[in-house]
């Protein structure tokens, strides 16, 4: 058995998932919109954002990676947490309430500005917080049990979508913000319609459940197509995490956990991609399919492999330091781009002068700004490394 010492690669690759959430406010689609004849700025806009519905973006893999890591690093806490001498109950008892917090800070971040408490269950945090109790329970058992637990979620979870019914002829799409040319360009038919936006399994549900919590009106559905629902599948996502991590902690030789790591990367891509081609499962990050599971794991599993190589295996880690850096204070980086991302961009403004923004012409003004507060916060995530204090949930 490897020593549980800190994986710099698992810091690195929260790191990079962050990173890519603070880089929004780089605004490449604000750049590329002022240079509308550059393909440069075009492609990497479209990686800064998501795709309407079926596909796949840079950015859908936030997400994604951001669960997969809570399972990646679960064999380690699991292990240290016994080698404190702490009980089975106390620990499962402390994961109930990590996911209450995760929640309830989702919960938080998500009402800020509003008027009164928005209770939504569709974002990173809330979405873990409500799988994570399951998965904690997983941890402390056998990994053919993970694998079984795995393939009923998957499994489940396709199947509710399929048996239920799909809207009839007088469905009134308008009314729940799926307009004709959205619906032309992006909709499903067929078999792969049961998994159309804003009118599926997971929307029905939220149409009942959301209306449980007081709000300012009636929940009648979520613009962006996201639902409650998809804490079960991005369990999924947390339990190739957690197998992923038990690899890692196992006896095997460093060269057979990468290519453990890299198989199933390049299987799960293989599968989800298979199962959205045939019509059987279509990749939706937005409602987090089955295939969305398989194919975004797989694309985590491969970003594991590579910085579990270069970082933990190689020894050549300093590349990945300013990564590591954000990644060992994930949760600090993430309320960050909630709570001071804005104000520290005008306070940027108004110290050093909105013309000092503007020295590359106008269309790159928003790029030198999101430029200089992504560097702000991440000089103070590294006050907090370097003083070691870490936010810990």
């Known amino acids: 058995m490897i020593s549980d010492r800190r994986l710099r690669s698992i810091d690195a690759y ?57 399972g990646v690093a679960l064999p380690f806490s699991i292990a240290g947490r016994l080698d404190r001498g702490q009980s089975r109950a106390r620990m499962i008892g402390h994961a109930f309430w990590r996911a209450f917090l995760l929640v309830f800070l989702g919960i938080f971040l998500r009402s800020m500005g509003k008027s009164q ?92 459940f959301l209306n449980v919590f007081p709000r300012v009106k009636p929940f009648a559905f979520n613009g962006g197509g996201y639902a409650t629902l998809s804490f079960i599948p991005t369990l999924g996502t947390m339990i190739l995490g ?6 890692l902690r196992s006896p095997e030789s460093p060269a057979r956990k990468v290519a453990w790591l890299a198989i199933a990367g390049l299987i799960c891509l293989a599968l989800g991609h298979t199962l959205g081609w045939l019509g059987v499962c279509p990749v939706v990050k937005r409602i987090w399919t089955p295939s969305w599971t398989l194919f975004s794991g797989g694309w985590c599993f491969l970003f594991l492999t590579f910085l579990h190589l270069t970082t ?35 306070n940027l403004k108004r110290h050093l002068g909105k013309e000092t923004f503007s020295v590359l012409g106008e269309p790159y003004e928003p790029l030198l700004e999101g430029m200089a507060v992504l560097l702000v916060l991440w000089l103070i995530l590294l006050w907090m490394y370097r003083r070691k204090l870490f936010l810990r949930i």
């Open 312 to 346: 933990d295996m190689i020894g050549r880690a300093g590349w990945s330091m300013p990564l590591i850096v954000i990644g060992s204070n994930s949760i600090a980086a993430y309320v960050m781009s909630w709570t001071i991302k804005e104000g520290t961009a005008a």
């Open 242 to 247: 957690l197998l992923a991590g038990g690899v």
């Open 14 to 70: 929260r790191g990079l998932v962050m990173f890519l959430m603070l880089a929004e406010v780089l605004e490449f689609a604000r750049v590329s919109k002022a240079l509308p004849t550059s393909r440069f700025w075009a492609f990497l806009a479209s990686q800064q954002e998501h795709v309407q519905w079926v596909g796949c973006s840079l950015h859908d893999l936030i997400q994604p990676g951001f669960s997969f890591l809570v």
């Open 117 to 208: 408490t928005n209770f939504t269950f569709e974002d990173t945090l809330t979405q873990i917080g409500l799988g994570y109790p399951f998965l904690y329970v997983l941890g402390l058992r056998p990994r053919r049990d993970q694998w079984v637990v795995l393939a009923i979620v998957l499994v489940g979870y396709w199947a509710a979508f399929a048996l239920w019914p799909l809207p009839g002829t007088d469905f009134d799409y308008s009314a729940v913000d799926v307009r004709e040319g959205w619906l032309k360009q992006h909709g499903l038919g067929g078999f792969a319609a049961h998994w159309n936006k804003n009118s599926n399994l997971a929307w029905a549900f939220d149409v009942s």
